[in-house]
């Protein structure tokens, strides 16, 4: 990635202002208060945060300091090998795991390399995005040899940070007024893959991202990074980008597009994209936690009603997930797949609303 490819280039009105807002900043939140105690505010502080923010930062989070240190280290060592040993488990189509360095979003180049790997091995997703195919395929990790401890630290690391995504869901869902248990079931044949992400000095970052503008398309994301920076969250009060200033030790958790569709937009999932920077690299690891494949995604009806009719068609998750990741090897001139293409439109949803209220 010695110089700047003209498919790295973003289109002028995605270029990074050189300005850096760092603001007031996303909320922080201590996971060690009891959320059932008397005048605890955690359920209503995390509510808030995913209204206002859909992002917030964790601290006391459960998940041992030691686990995510040796993974940062063993992501180093394999990301400082040369390019043909790198390249030696390169991610294909029809898998998931690997190594890539020519990750694309909304058909822009990013400035980075990444690996990746799932929680589960092997994960079960729909063969084809066809939705007329109803076929099956299981999808299998690769390791690469070196660094040897690479498989084992990436695992420890994922069990733990699996823990936390249930206890975040688990709030979530007290802050919407639900019981707290009632996304567990959707997690049962989870899909979620972990991240190893790292981005390059970049020679142009006026001109490339480290990571174009987007939104997670799964239910959470708990995400690390380093002491470099470069994070920016779209604020959602007046649409500027703000850096998240890293907090050693702290998760940054961002709530998926999935979570914006069962909270029938309550909770909306928020544009985030990547910095690049001309002298450091910078490494983070995002966790995606993610439902069963077969999981469909409709607004709960606990959250909707004849005032409020849900939002969106249903739809199948692991054919969305398995657009997305298919759409990433083809430099289509096309958005990927998007919630937006399942939205209700606003003029139907206006006419049941008046239906509902005529009727009442
Ligand atoms: O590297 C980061 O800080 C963000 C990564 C991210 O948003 C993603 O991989 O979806
Ligand atoms: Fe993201």
Redesign the pocket.
């Known amino acids: 990635m010695g110089e700047v490819d003209p498919a790295f280039i973003q289109d002028l009105e995605h270029r990074p202002k050189l300005a850096i807002i760092e603001a007031e900043g996303i909320p922080l939140i201590d996971l060690s208060v009891d959320a059932v105690s008397d005048g605890s505010t955690l359920v209503s502080d995390i509510g808030d945060a995913c209204k206002k923010w859909g992002f917030f930062q964790v601290i006391n989070h459960g998940v041992p300091l030691e686990k995510r240190e040796k993974l940062e280290k063993a992501a180093r060592e394999f990301f400082g090998q040369p390019l043909e040993e790198r390249v030696k488990i390169r991610r294909a189509e029809v898998r998931v795991s690997g190594y890539s360095n020519t990750e694309h979003t909304k058909n822009v180049r990013d400035w980075k390399e990444v690996f990746d790997f799932t929680r589960k091995n092997p994960i079960i997703v729909p063969a084809s995005a066809r939705p007329d195919d109803k076929q099956v395929v299981e999808w299998y990790n690769q390791w690469p040899e070196y660094p040897p401890q690479l498989r084992e630290v990436c695992e420890e690391y994922a069990e733990e940070v699996e823990k936390l995504c249930f206890k975040l869901i688990q709030l979530i869902a007290l802050s919407l007024g639900l019981p707290a248990d009632t996304f567990n079931g959707f997690f049962k044949d989870q899909i979620s893959n972990v991240?190893l992400?790292h981005y390059p000095p970049c020679p142009a970052p006026e001109l490339a991202l480290g990571?174009g503008r987007?939104k997670?398309g799964g239910a959470l994301?708990v995400?690390a990074?380093d002491d470099v920076g470069?994070?920016e969250v779209k604020r959602k009060s007046d649409g500027e980008w703000i850096r998240v200033k890293p907090t050693p030790e702290a998760f940054i958790i961002n709530v998926g597009d999935i979570i914006q569709v069962w909270s029938n937009e309550r909770y909306e999932s928020v544009e985030?994209r990547?910095i690049a920077n001309s002298e450091k690299e910078r490494f983070?690891i995002?966790f995606f936690f993610n439902p069963a494949h077969y999981t469909i995604v409709k607004p709960l009806e606990e959250l909707t009603s004849e005032e409020n009719p849900p939002r969106y068609r249903p739809y199948n998750w692991g054919k969305f997930f398995v657009t997305r990741k298919g759409g990433n090897f083809k430099k289509l001139d096309v958005e990927n797949i998007q919630i937006s293409h399942f939205r209700v439109p606003e003029s139907e949803l206006a006419n049941r609303f008046e239906k509902a209220v005529s009727v009442a």
Do not use: E, F
């Open positions: 991240r992400n990571l987007h997670d994301t995400l990074q470069g994070l985030h990547v983070s995002p």
